[in-house]
Structure formats: C-alpha cells, structure tokens
C-alpha cells in the first residue's frame, strides 16, 4: 500500500511538472529527476528521435556518467529497439539476458545492473525513450516500476506534442563520406561471416574521429571500405555525394591515389628510400603534391631526410609515414592503430602530428585504435559493437594530445 502511495504521488508530481511548467525542456528535466528519485535510481535519460538522421539523442540524463554527446541509431541497443518497437524492456539479468549489449552508460564507467526503458509514445509515433538504471539498494526494476515509467512517458510524449520541443544537435557539417546499411560478408567454411551488419556512419569534413571497439567487432573493416581497400557485400558508400559503392579498377585506383592518405601501425615504409625519397615516391603520385621536404618539416625530421627506415626509431618512422600521407594532400586520412606499437611518449608526439594535420591542415582524420585515451582528442568517437555501431559520442571539448595520460 506504501508503495502504490508513493507512486500514485510520483505521478501526480510528473503531470504538475508537465502540465503547469511553461518551460517544457525544464518539465521534462523535473520529470525524470522525479522518477529517478521515486525508483531510487543511479541513473536515468530521456533519449529524444531525430527523424533527421533516424538517431536517439540525450536530451537530458541523470547521473555519474557524462552522456550528454552521445547519440544512438534508432533500432540498435535497448534504447533504440524500444523505441523503433514501442514496447517496453525490462532488465534484471544483463549478464544472461540476449538483448542486453551495454548502454552508453557503461562507457561512463557505470555498470549496469537492472534497467528499464519504456517509449516515448504520442498518440501518433514514438518519439524516443525513457530510461532509469540501477537501483541504489541492489534489487531489480520490476513491472510495477516498470508502469510508473510507461505512465510517465505517455504523459511527457503527449505533452511535447502538444508544446513542441526544438532539438539543436549544434553546427551542420559538411558531410565527406557515408555509410548506409553498409553490410560486410566474408566466405566462412560452407557459409558466409557477417562481419558488418548494418553500418549507418557520416564523416564530416575537417573532424578528427575516432572509432573504438573490441577486437573483431568490425572497426578495421569498416574503414578498409572508407579507404577503398575493400568492398562492401550491401549497402551504399559516397564520397562527396558520389556513389562509390562497386567502383570501378580505374575508379578506384584515382581514388586511392589521390583521396586518401594512409598510416598504418607496422609503418610501410621502403627500407631502401630515404625518409625523403618514401616521401617523393608518393608525391609524384598526384598532380599537386605538398613539397616533400615540406611534409618532412611539418613532422619535425628535417634533420633526419636522408635516414633510412632501419636507421630511425618506431617513432620516427611513423612520423614520415604521416608525412607520406599529408604529401598528397588528401581530403581523408585513415589511420589504423598507428600508436600501438609505441611507447607512451613517442605516442605523444605521432598524435602531436596527427592533431596539427586536423586542426591546422583542415584533412579529415579517422583513426581505429583500442586506446581508449586517444578518443578524448577527438571532435566524435565511434563505438563498434558485433558489427554495428552502438554509439557516437561528440567531444565539445577534445583535448590536446600532449593532455593525454594512460
């Protein structure tokens, strides 16, 4: 009996909140510290659809973790099943529960335990979600709790349709390349592997981003298609527009040749050139080049040009595998775990480098790597999971990389 009273209480708050509050973003904001409070919650969001791009943004949340950049494909993740569905979730095992593979939560470092989601449902399309996690005492949501949520959501849908609510997701950027329904298949015994399941991804121009996953999730594949060193099963990728989804031999070869600039982990360089003449080779590739001395002075080895590979550190050589790429001067870098094989401050100074070709150079970068850190320099960070991705997160502020600790 207490506890239908506190509901009952519970609720009556969240219809005064949304009723009587002129302000409707602050309506919501008191809605959801209400259930929250009521349900003795860690953490909880409200996740708005933008039917713009078809992606789940946190209007507002709750708790330890920082959500506030990250946004979801609507109908991947709980978050956005319930939403593309309309029908709740409740969760009370992650551990064992098919459906659970984490929340943006967890990339905050809060560890999910229990969690409800419920849509935001008008009397015409759901428009997004509400989601608590976590109850302070340990127990599990159950489906009492679960029907304060659905009630508060109804009410907070009902209320946005009739207010109205703008969404600004902040500056239009100009798209460079796209990713959509980008499925990857690889012959696997009698079968096929799917190792991309569905890629929906935008590359804005003059960004640095950085794509996080574990190993085998996908994040290599996907930027080998970006980079055209292979070719999607299904799906569409564009570049500036253009389809480029099956090129042709010729196609593909201009386009390697002059959109694109690689760094690879393992370097690549030719043992039997000079760190300018590794330079030179791939300047006389395009038309017009940066002057490969000048692509060795914006790495700082002007005084090592006329080394060779094997007479230069792992850093080093990294260094004019950067000069390498900007001397074509490229509108897309692609980089593929290229601090991995490095110490901590040799690392420093490659993304030293790779900071200075995004920030001053205007070259879009997109890079792969399991450092964690190395997303904080970056204006969006990817997050692959089993071949989709599970969130997009925007840096307001990136660091720089000398910031950088790990």
Not at 156 to 161: G, K, L, M, P, Y
Not at 191 to 200: A, D, E, S, T
Not at 255 to 266: L, N, P
Request: glycine share 8%; net charge negative; charged share 25%.
């Amino acid at each position: 009996m207490a506890e239908n009273k506190r509901f009952t209480r519970a609720t009556w708050a969240i219809m005064e909140q949304l009723l009587e509050v002129d302000d409707l973003e602050e309506a919501l904001a008191g809605s959801l510290e209400i259930i929250v409070s009521t349900l003795n919650s860690e953490a909880g969001a409200i996740w708005y659809l933008d039917p713009k791009t078809e992606r789940l943004y946190p209007l507002f949340h709750i708790g330890p973790a920082d959500i506030s950049n990250y946004s979801i494909e609507n109908g991947i993740g709980l978050e956005g099943v319930v939403t593309k569905t309309g029908q709740s979730i409740i969760v009370t095992d992650p551990a064992n529960d098919p459906r659970f593979e984490g929340t943006v939560f967890e990339d905050g470092g809060l560890s999910t335990r229990t969690m409800l989601c419920v849509p935001l449902n008008n009397l015409h399309d759901v428009i997004g979600c509400v989601q608590v996690v976590n109850k302070r005492d340990g127990s599990v949501y159950d489906e009492e709790e679960l029907q304060l949520c659905e009630r508060m959501a109804s009410l907070a849908a009902i209320t946005i349709d009739e207010k109205g609510l703008a969404v600004t997701e902040g500056e239009t950027k100009e798209v460079l390349a796209s990713l959509k329904d980008v499925t990857k298949e690889f012959p696997s015994g009698d079968g096929v592997l799917r190792v991309l399941k569905g890629i929906n991804l935008e590359i804005y121009r003059n960004e640095f981003v950085v794509v996080l996953g574990e190993s085998g999730c996908g994040k290599s594949t996907m930027m080998n298609i970006v980079g055209g060193m292979d070719f999607l099963t299904d799906g569409t990728l564009t570049i500036e527009g253009h389809d480029f989804s099956h090129p042709s031999d010729d196609e593909l070869t201009e386009f390697r040749r002059r959109y694109v600039g690689f760094i690879f982990q393992a370097y690549n360089l030719m043992p039997n050139l000079t760190a300018l003449e590794n330079v030179q080779f791939v300047a006389e590739l395009v038309d017009e080049p940066m002057d490969p001395a000048e692509a060795i002075a914006k790495v700082g080895l002007s005084d090592r040009a006329d080394n060779y590979p094997g007479q230069m550190s792992g850093g080093q050589q990294q260094r004019v595998s950067i000069a390498r790429a900007i001397a074509k001067r490229p509108k897309l870098i692609l980089a593929d775990e290229p601090t991995a094989a490095l110490d901590y401050a040799t690392s420093i100074e490659v993304l030293r480098v790779i900071e200075d070709v995004v920030r001053n150079q205007g070259t879009t970068v997109m890079m792969v790597t399991h450092n964690g850190e190395i997303a904080k320099m970056a204006d969006r960070v990817v997050k692959v999971r089993s071949g989709k991705i599970a969130s997009i997160k925007r840096n307001l502020h990136p660091l720089h990389a000398e910031e950088l600790v790990w």
